[in-house]
């Protein structure tokens, strides 16, 4: 897990989604997965869970799309929200949907928005993804 805004967003993998007692030392208070190929996490009561299963391979609907870059642009405007963006292994859908969400708050261009979200960190970005959410972003 890596936190992208300080005290406020980090993004992952489907492990770092399930690990409870990490999520707990963040103390995350909300966690959007994007994995289509895991298994819904169960966490801690109280903690929000959003899942939108998306998937690389550039066959997710805009309609979906748009739908989890405004709720990820919602999450980060909540005051004292410490949000979890994951997906299976944290290199793609996590990072250009929180990409694409900061875009969406005013935060640069999404391509500018992507290199600071992957900064210093393993990726492995879609195309088919990313020129989806170039479409509709």
Known sequence: MREIVDGTLWIGNARDARNL?????????????????????????????????LSDDGNNSPALLECCIAILAELLRCDGQRLLVACSAGMS???????????RLGRGSLDECLEAVVRNAPRDVSPSLWNAIVEIA
């Open 21 to 53: 007692a990490g999520l707990a030392a963040a103390e995350i208070t909300a966690v959007v997965d994007l994995a289509d190929n895991e298994r819904p996490a169960a966490l801690a009561p109280g903690t929000t869970y959003l899942r939108f299963p």
């Open 93 to 103: 859908r996590s990072p250009a949907m929180t990409a694409a969400a900061l875009h």
